[in-house]
């Protein structure tokens, strides 16, 4: 059974900073391509974040345009974890973050999401 199991979001005030983590169960997690995607009220999911798997690749990133320069994706295989670091947090980037796994677009996996919230 596939577990995607989001963690560490919470209320902050803008300009501040969260870390999410997704811990990975039920998977060869170092041969999945790991991404965030985020959907704020009446919006469709979009994009965050992106990194490819290490085994094939080097691990690239690949980052919405609004959120590069500020957030961070990165990966321990070792701990079957992928994490999303948040800094300068914006009032528009609350949203529910979700972690997603896909492998070379045959599984495609989604956690239940965290949420973040950005206000003072």
């Known amino acids: 059974q596939v577990q995607l199991v989001e963690s560490g979001g919470g209320l902050v005030q803008p300009g501040g900073s969260l870390r999410l983590s997704c811990a990975a169960s039920?998977?060869?997690?170092?041969?999945?391509?790991m991404g965030w995607y985020r959907q704020a009220p009446g919006k469709q999911r979009e994009l965050v974040a992106t990194i490819t798997t290490t085994i094939t690749t080097s691990g690239s990133t690949d980052y919405a345009r609004s959120v590069k320069g500020r957030f961070t994706i990165s990966r321990d295989n070792a701990k079957n974890t992928v994490y999303l670091q948040m800094n300068d947090l914006k009032p528009e980037d609350t949203a529910i973050y979700y972690c997603?796994?896909?492998?070379?677009?045959?599984?495609?996996?989604w956690g239940q999401g965290t949420q973040v919230t950005v206000s003072s």
């Open positions: 039920g998977i060869i997690f170092s041969v999945y391509t």
């Open positions: 997603n796994a896909v492998f070379r677009g045959l599984e495609n996996y």
